[in-house]
């Protein structure tokens, strides 16, 4: 359990980051401003420190997908509450309407991304399990029973 | 290791014959596990007692203080409890998918990948079944992708 939340942690914290470093990219790319050495070391705090709710929140085994949803909800509104909270940390911005709603869209960005990178790679393994079921048992094929024996 | 499976004639029973030089720990554990494994089970549905054949459910799931076995249409409850089904099943084709499901992974049709790290099992009658992101490695260890540690 300790170790499957690792990975996920690790997964998240690499994902994230690479997310925030392109918004950061397209942000200065767009404002023209210029970047100093630290921005580097408060992107790797920033996505280590979202990866952290991240990995405990999404590891909860939800049973209904109200429930999902649920926690998808509350899980983007802790991410958000974090970004808004670094951002004044840092100093990259002060928290007015503009840059709320300008964070909200980065949020929204970063998750997208993060669960795209996620759904692709669980796609490419779930394609490697359907051949491993298709092998193992397509050959054994028999009828259904529907009642008990 | 080549694996020869043969039909017997007509009224001769069901024999296992091993020829290797010396067969290996795991080899006698799979043999013994085979010999003494219990899969008998009884289920109930309304006033009916019926002799489940493991072969034939879908999957078990855990409600309410109760454990079902789910054939093609029919539910009947087992009393068992779901940790007991997985020691007894657990040896065969049956995976936990979730805190509150064994799946048998024969009944499976393909299985496609959610946004949230899950699983979502297409069940041969139809159903769909999701495995959560904590039992994804035990389904890729159980069909060979990944290895036991």
Redesign the interface.
């Known amino acids: ?1 300790v170790k ?1 939340f690792l990975i ?1 942690f690790l997964h998240y914290f690499v994902d994230i980051t690479t997310a925030v470093l392109i918004a950061a990219a397209i942000f200065l790319t767009v404002s023209g401003q210029q970047m100093e050495s630290i921005i580097l070391w408060e992107i790797l705090l920033s996505g280590l420190i979202t990866a952290l709710p991240t990995a405990a929140l ?2 909860f ?1 939800s ?1 209904s997908a109200k429930l ?1 949803w649920v926690l ?1 909800i509350v899980h983007f509104l802790v991410i958000f509450s974090i970004t808004l909270l670094m951002l004044n940390l840092f100093g990259w911005c002060s928290i007015t309407p503009k840059s709320v709603i300008l964070t909200f869209f980065a949020v929204v960005f970063i998750y997208l991304f993060t ?1 795209f990178v ?2 692709l790679v ?2 490419k ?2 394609t ?3 051949q ?2 298709k092998k ?2 397509s050959n ?1 094929e ?1 009828p ?6 | 290791m080549r694996i020869i499976i043969e039909s017997p004639q007509p009224d001769d029973e069901d024999v296992v014959i091993v020829r290797c030089a010396s067969p290996d720990q795991r080899l006698i554990s799979m043999l013994l596990a085979y010999q003494t494994a219990k899969t008998e089970l009884t289920g109930y549905l309304d006033d009916r007692i019926v002799r489940l054949n493991y072969q034939d459910v879908f999957y078990f799931e855990a409600n309410e203080n109760k454990v079902f076995a789910y054939y093609h249409s029919d539910v009947y409850e087992v009393k068992y409890k779901l940790y007991e089904l997985e020691e007894l099943f657990g040896p065969l084709d049956f995976v936990r998918c979730s805190k509150s499901m064994i799946v048998n992974m024969e009944k499976i049709e393909y299985l496609s990948p959610l946004f949230s790290g899950k699983l979502e099992a297409h069940l041969k009658n139809g159903e769909k079944v999701i495995i959560s992101r904590q039992y994804v490695r035990s389904l890729k260890v159980k069909l060979g992708i990944e290895e036991v540690e």
Do not use: I, P
């Open positions: 359990m499957e996920s999404l590891c085994d049973k999902s998808w669960c996620h759904y669980d796609k393994h779930t490697l399990m359907n491993q079921l193992r048992y054994g028999k259904e029973e529907h009642k008990g024996a």
